[in-house]
């Protein structure tokens, strides 16, 4: 028989004992807690299971998602709800887009006093400042792909004092990026060229012969 060893964890000021080796999300559900909200991909995608973290001696919280984060002996966990501000609609332009364009839907970007807490809690570790700044300097094409890895969390708008949403900027950075700056994509081309060209053909016979012998 197995036995698993169990972690004391505090989840939103509570005590449990849950077992080792799960994730934070794992263990919600070993304890039958109701996941309606704060729940999606589990896969580290979509942002959805943003929690507040911190272990026993760190002086500081830590922002992760649940569904990526390991529980540990002494963890202290609260759910955070996302960011609450109404979602701007901002369409496609009919002219190239310039800094003036995300501007008129996102105009409290200006305000960014560069202070870091959107880096710092970022857990796709974009430094979101950096695009923030970028954005300010007029570089669509750069700040949509420092932000390509963005899974809409929200929380670098929950902790920005200056009621910046970076993330939604960064969205909309990349769709004017898509329509008017497509760009080929390179990797991809050069493998089809090179399946095309048999390059991997031998690897390709073997992975077809996987199970004919058994
Ligand atoms: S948290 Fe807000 S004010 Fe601070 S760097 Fe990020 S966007 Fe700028
Ligand atoms: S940029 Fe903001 S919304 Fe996107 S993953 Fe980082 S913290 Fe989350």
Known sequence: MIISRSVAITLDGEAHQVPEAITIIQAMWHLGRSMEKNIGCLGGACGACVVVTRLPGQMLPHTALACQMMVAEGLNVSFLQGDPSQKALAPLPAESPSRETVFQY??????????????????????????VREMMMGDLAVVAERFTTCVSCDLCAVVCESRIRPYRMGLYARRLAGAFHPQKPLQLLNRIEEIASDKFKAEWEDVMQVGKNV
């Open 106 to 131: 996102y105009p409290e970007t200006k305000r960014c006093v560069a202070c870091g807490a959107c880096t710092t809690a970022c857990p796709q570790k974009i430094d979101v400042m950096a695009g």
